[in-house]
Structure formats: C-alpha cells, structure tokens
C-alpha cells in the first residue's frame, strides 16, 4: 500500500468514496492522526455494514441497532478490518466527518486538521495481528506525508472526546502499537 500524497489517496486500498467529507479550511495543517473503532452490528465483523454506513446507505430495517444510527452522516479516512484489509473512503487531504464534537490541545473541531482511521472491533476484544501490521504501514506513511504527526499527536477518539467516547478502547494495545512504529523507524 502507498500513499499518493498528491491526492491523499492510498494505491492498494479498496477505495469507496463517502459523500459525508467537505474540503478543510483554507490553510488548515493536517497535525493530528485519530485512531477509533466501529463494527456494525456491534460486534459483528465482515459485514460490509461499515462501508454502507459511511456511503449513506445502510438499510435501517436489517437490524434494530441501524435504527438508532440512520439519520447520522459521518466517515473516517480509513477502516482497517480484522483481516487487514484497507478501505479508503475520504482522501487524507480532506476533511472526513470522524470527530464530532472534539477538542485536541486547546484547539476544537479536531476534523479540521485530523486524519481518522477507523478499525473494525469493540472497545473490549482485542484487535487482529493483521489490524496492527496495516495501521502500523499506514500510521508511517501519513507520518512521512506529515512529520508533524508524532507520538502525543496519535490519540485515540477518547482522547479527544472523553464524555462522549471511549474508542479504540481498552482492548487497544497502544504500547504494542508505538513499539511497531518505533521499531521500523529504528530500521530506516
């Protein structure tokens, strides 16, 4: 997989355009990597839920939880599923609709200058090997893109909105995670 910094665009991810994305604001540094979960229904893995949520077109009626979620418009840049696999839905150099509500060192609406990746789990079940080794090849490549995303700038989204979320959740290895990013930047 490979970043296209010119177009925000990995090569080797499936790519499947979100309508909920607007352009960031005129001059706005992208400085901050947001690490989150999902999995629709809750739990539930390998669904394709996820894709029709951040496409809009999640049919309501397949399962009372979509119910309580229909009417929200909302994406991530990435999703990394229990297999690895990469879907791309936002470019990285817009502004994907992630954070919501959100505050990262004194400074709010942290969509504006973030990147969201979203990985398929639950606060409490651990994440895959395969989830780890993709977030660790993409985490370095948008840090390549942007050096200024370093260690205290990957939070997770309870980092940024801790009375409303609690993601990725306790079940994230975040020590693991640094240890990966560490160890390949060691090798470079």
Not at 60 to 69: K, L, R, T
Not at 152 to 177: E, L, M, N, V
């Amino acid at each position: 997989m490979q970043l296209d910094p010119a177009t925000g665009w990995f090569c080797g991810a499936i790519h499947c355009p979100s309508p909920n994305c607007n352009a960031r604001p005129p001059g706005e540094a992208i400085s901050l990597l947001v690490i989150h979960n999902i999995s629709l229904p809750p739990a539930c893995f390998g669904t394709g839920k996820v894709q029709a949520f951040f496409q809009n077109r999640l049919d309501p009626d397949e399962h009372p939880y979509f119910q309580g979620i229909q009417h929200l418009t909302v994406s991530a840049h990435l999703f990394v599923e229990r297999d690895g696999a990469v879907t791309q839905f936002v470019s990285l150099l817009e502004r994907a609709w992630h954070a919501g509500v959100s505050t990262f060192g004194g400074r709010e609406g942290c969509n504006d200058f973030s990147i969201g990746i979203e990985l398929e789990g639950t606060d409490e079940l651990p994440y895959t090997e395969a989830q780890y080794q993709a977030l660790a090849t993409l985490t370095r490549q948008i840090r390549a893109a942007w050096p200024v995303i370093d260690g205290p700038r990957i939070c997770g989204h309870s980092d940024i909105a801790p009375q409303r979320k609690t993601d990725p959740g306790p079940a994230f290895d975040w020590s693991r995670y640094r240890k990966a990013l560490r160890v390949n930047e060691d090798r470079s």
